[in-house]
């Protein structure tokens, strides 16, 4: 009986055995199919969209200003855009401050107004006594056009007051009423001229630009007035600058003398698509300096300083000019 007790318990606990098996058989297998649903809707489920960007309002990037970075020794300064007739940059634009031999392209322009293409120059002796020996010698005979290249190449004084005396008495004979001395009536041409082309801050003294005394330049105006004197040159005269773009010029005169032009601007490598540059300097001016130059195609710009120093007005130009050039690229 006992044995038959101890048969029944054995087949009672095989029963509850297998019936746990099943039980942890079923659980585990519950638990696989569940991770697998899980991983199944993770991996199939598309990821949230991020949100839309505001395409009307975009991130608002500065760049720097390429004039911002400028270090100039000019109490005035511009860089005018002749085609946009704006400038670029400007500093003390319409100050108006001593020209010195700037004013000898209001000379060149006013002398090729007076007198004819083919007229011949004859140096008279008392137009050498001005400051400045450049070369000329006493009654050396030059076409027109050589000697106006030759006032700007070099700066000329006694140049510009060989031209200031013939074309003043040229100018005398249309107006014989005039009292005054051919120079002088020269002058006032020059002034009048200024007036003609709206050059309000501009006036001249004499036709070389040089201080009269301690106390007074030869020509006032602003760097702004210069821009456009130039711009009216090139305009309407380019070919009485064209000469300026050289380093050195060899201008033989009339009388067979072979003069060594030499130009005043010694940064005329340094600026790209040169079309013109003209330098002044005297105590009371300081260093001036204006160029005229190509930034692309058929873009011509204009750089001024006045009242530097001699040797930081060309600093001042080239700093001027690269400025001008990053500022158009971007």
Same mark, same amino acid.
């Given at each position: 009986?006992?044995?038959?007790?101890?048969?029944?318990?054995?087949?009672?606990? /095989?029963?509850? #055995?297998?019936? $746990?098996?099943?039980?942890?058989?079923?659980? $585990?297998?519950?638990?696989?199919? !569940?991770?697998?649903?899980?991983?199944?809707?993770?991996?199939?489920? &598309?990821? /949230?969209?991020?949100?839309?960007?505001?395409?009307?309002?975009?991130?608002?990037?500065?760049?720097?200003?390429?004039?911002?970075?400028?270090?100039?020794?000019?109490?005035?300064?511009?860089?005018?855009?002749?085609?946009?007739?704006?400038?670029?940059?400007?500093?003390?634009?319409?100050?108006?401050?001593? #020209?010195?031999?700037? *004013?000898?392209? +209001?000379? =060149?322009?006013?002398?090729?107004?007076?007198? &004819?293409?083919?007229?011949?120059?004859?140096?008279?002796?008392?137009?050498?006594?001005?400051?400045?020996?450049?070369?000329?010698?006493?009654?050396?005979?030059?076409?027109?056009?050589? +000697?106006?290249?030759?006032?700007?190449?070099?700066?000329?004084?006694?140049?510009?007051? =060989?031209?200031?005396? $013939?074309?003043?008495?040229?100018?005398?004979?249309?107006?014989?009423?005039?009292?005054?001395?051919?120079?002088?009536?020269?002058?006032?041409? +020059?002034?009048?001229?200024?007036?003609?082309?709206?050059?309000?801050?501009?006036?001249?003294?004499?036709? *070389?630009?040089?201080?009269?005394?301690?106390?007074?330049?030869?020509?006032?105006?602003?760097?702004?007035?210069?821009?456009?004197? +130039?711009?009216?040159?090139?305009?309407?005269?380019?070919?009485?600058?064209?000469?300026?773009?050289?380093?050195?010029?060899?201008?033989?005169?009339?009388?067979?003398? !072979?003069? !060594?032009?030499?130009? *005043?601007?010694?940064?005329?490598?340094?600026?790209?698509?040169?079309?013109?540059?003209? *330098?002044?300097?005297?105590?009371?001016?300081?260093?001036?300096?204006?160029?005229?130059?190509?930034?692309?195609?058929?873009?011509?710009? $204009?750089?001024?300083?006045?009242?530097?120093?001699?040797?930081?007005?060309?600093?001042?130009? =080239?700093?001027? =000019?690269?400025?001008?050039?990053?500022?158009?690229?971007?």
């Amino acid at each position: 009986m006992e044995k038959t007790q101890n048969d029944q318990l054995k087949r009672r606990d /095989r029963g509850e #055995l297998s019936y $746990i098996r099943v039980v942890i058989f079923f659980s $585990i297998l519950g638990l696989i199919v !569940t991770s697998l649903l899980i991983f199944t809707k993770e991996t199939t489920t &598309p990821a /949230r969209p991020s949100p839309p960007k505001n395409s009307e309002n975009p991130p608002i990037i500065l760049k720097k200003n390429p004039f911002d970075d400028l270090n100039l020794e000019a109490r005035a300064a511009i860089v005018w855009d002749i085609n946009k007739q704006k400038s670029l940059y400007e500093y003390n634009s319409e100050a108006q401050l001593p #020209l010195a031999s700037l *004013t000898k392209l +209001m000379t =060149v322009l006013v002398a090729s107004e007076l007198l &004819p293409d083919e007229y011949i120059i004859t140096v008279e002796e008392d137009s050498l006594l001005e400051e400045g020996d450049s070369g000329l010698f006493a009654h050396e005979k030059w076409n027109l056009s050589d +000697m106006l290249d030759f006032i700007l190449v070099v700066s000329s004084n006694d140049g510009a007051n =060989v031209i200031a005396s $013939i074309a003043g008495a040229a100018r005398m004979q249309m107006s014989p009423q005039s009292d005054d001395s051919p120079e002088a009536t020269f002058v006032r041409a +020059m002034n009048s001229k200024s007036t003609n082309i709206n050059l309000s801050q501009t006036y001249f003294i004499n036709e *070389t630009g040089l201080d009269p005394n301690s106390r007074m330049s030869g020509g006032y105006g602003s760097v702004k007035d210069v821009a456009l004197l +130039m711009e009216y040159i090139l305009k309407e005269h380019p070919t009485l600058v064209s000469a300026t773009v050289y380093k050195t010029l060899d201008i033989t005169s009339l009388s067979g003398i !072979t003069h !060594t032009a030499t130009n *005043t601007n010694k940064i005329i490598g340094s600026i790209p698509g040169l079309i013109a540059s003209k *330098t002044g300097f005297t105590d009371l001016a300081g260093g001036n300096l204006i160029v005229a130059y190509n930034a692309g195609l058929n873009r011509p710009l $204009i750089a001024v300083v006045l009242s530097s120093t001699q040797e930081g007005r060309f600093s001042d130009i =080239v700093q001027l =000019v690269e400025a001008s050039l990053l500022s158009l690229s971007e």
